[in-house]
């Protein structure tokens, strides 16, 4: 097979290391932010501005950024799983946290949108 699929290295979080970065970033209204989360998960498209947003039936989330194809894997979105995953082994907590500061920026204006629209 040929190198560039080979299976990627993936990282891995600790559910504290995770749970200490959602805290951090969603303080304000985390539940709402879930709400927003599941809201673009389960429409049509899927996305916001750069990132994918979907979910299996297992309860596990695929927050995708777009441009660089870097996803994280958040298992139950309610109660911060024993399974969070990232598809690049040298992501460090503090690129997961800007990760889901940029994610966070961007419901903020998505959502800001479609609440000038009513």
Known sequence: MNEKFSELREGFFSREDFHKVIS???????????????????????????????RD???????????????????????????NRCNRSDFTVDDLKEFFVMLKIQLDLYFRYEMDEY
Request: aromatic share 22%; glycine share 6%; charged share 20%.
């Open 24 to 54: 951090e970033v969603f303080a304000s209204d985390l539940y709402g932010y879930i709400h927003c989360i599941t809201t673009i998960a389960d429409s049509k498209y899927r996305m916001i501005q750069n990132f994918s947003i979907f």
């Open 57 to 83: 039936d297992e309860d596990r989330w695929y927050f995708i950024y777009l441009p660089s194809g870097v996803m994280i894997d958040w298992y139950k979105l309610m109660h911060f799983g024993r399974d």
